[in-house]
């Protein structure tokens, strides 16, 4: 029987630790988005719905401004804040605090709370990896603030199956930063399951009493920071059964052809069928690690709840936007992220299964499933064009952006503040202008 030396464990466990997987998801992401960090653009809405607009509004109340029919708090909150510092440094807050909110995301699996579901360190460690380095999305989801609504949403939908801190200081943080979260995007209703689980679940009456007001604001946060009249589900004359079936049609489409096959085999012919029977196999795979083998509850919970963090988001969007709006990848962001995620844990049940007998063993052969799940991924991420990385070349915006800001910090000085200023930024190649004006109406 093979037994690992105290400086192998060591190492190994040196190699898997948090601090070493913040460092390589951020390395990742520096890689692929060096450009954008380094010569920030302000891309689409970022230099004209969160730059100018907070530019010339800075009350309190911005921080709850409706966009696009709902109440954006995260990406407000950064709109809030860069105005707020020095004018060249603003394209880099608006740019880096995003990629913050990724890396954060990307690493958050690897945290000792979610030992009860998952007991090996590796095994998250490799989930977390997978993550970062599968191209479920493009420069936007990574750098830009607008955009940050998603990682948003996919970070509320990993924290919110943890339990509740013991402690009020924990607790009230933990509220806190999902409270935060609810309210960044229009479907954090998704979250509901989890928060009502324990609501149920646990027995403290302290620990009940946070999950009912993180319950009570997501009611509220769909009442009051969204508008669900707007939904596309609701419009139209014609039976409501027609429409559901209509939509479910849509949503089969989508889920197969956008966000599972693609996401797990990037090769195979472009059929309808083909897309449907893998994306059934994958699902039924998942169900089964829940329902068949021998895991704890938790483990099982934890398989569930990644099941429906692949299907439940491509419902809920499929039901509020329109089929013509629903080809952005944006849209498929957070199911591919689980469709990643439930992939890793697979392959790794899958390899372990077929060690058992030698695993027990070994801990060296213990940890050859979460390497192999880790190498496959990669070999996906290839397929998938993933190393080739999400960099857009486009100096000559960043150059007008850095001269824009520039201009910006020097007319600040002259009128000792930011009243009295009316700039233009005129990007080139399609890319959104924007402008701040602030001669009138100035506090």
Known sequence: MLRPGAPFSKLAKLAISGPVLVCLVGALLVWRFHEDLFYPKLRAEDGAKVFAYFYGHRGISELFRFKAGYIPLLPNVFGFVSVRLPARATPYFLTCAPTVLAMVTFSVLRASAYRRYLPRDGLRFVCCCALASMPIGSHFMACNSDYSIWNALLLLLLVVI?????????????????????????????????????????????????????????????????????????KGHAPIGDR???????????????????????????????????????????????????????????????????????????????????????????????????LALLLAQISFSALRRWAARSERLEAFPSAASLLLVAYLNYGNGGFAGDRISDPENARIVAKFFSELASAEAAQGGHCNIKLRCQKKHGDWPFEVDTRDNCN
């Open 244 to 342: 559901i079936a209509e939509q479910l049609t849509i949503i089969s489409n989508h889920l197969c052809h956008g966000v599972i096959r693609p996401t797990i085999f990037p090769w195979g012919p472009e059929s309808a069928a083909f897309d449907l029977a893998i994306s059934a196999i994958f699902l039924l795979a998942l169900v089964a690690c829940a329902v068949v083998l021998k895991h704890r509850i938790a483990a099982r919970v934890l398989y569930l709840w990644f099941a429906y963090g692949v299907v439940a988001p491509m419902v809920l969007i499929s039901l509020v936007r329109p089929e013509r709006g629903l080809q952005s990848t944006r849209y498929y962001y957070v199911s591919k992220a689980f469709t990643v995620i439930a």
């Open 162 to 234: 943890l339990p509740m801190p013991g402690s009020m200081a924990g607790a009230t943080v933990f509220s806190l930063v999902v409270a935060t979260l609810i309210w960044s995007h229009p479907l954090t209703i998704l979250a509901l399951p989890a928060t009502l689980y324990w609501l149920w679940y646990e027995r403290s009456w302290r620990q009940r009493s946070w999950h009912a007001l993180l319950a009570a604001c997501q009611a509220l946060h769909v009442w009051l920071g969204t508008q669900p009249h707007k939904a596309v589900i609701v």
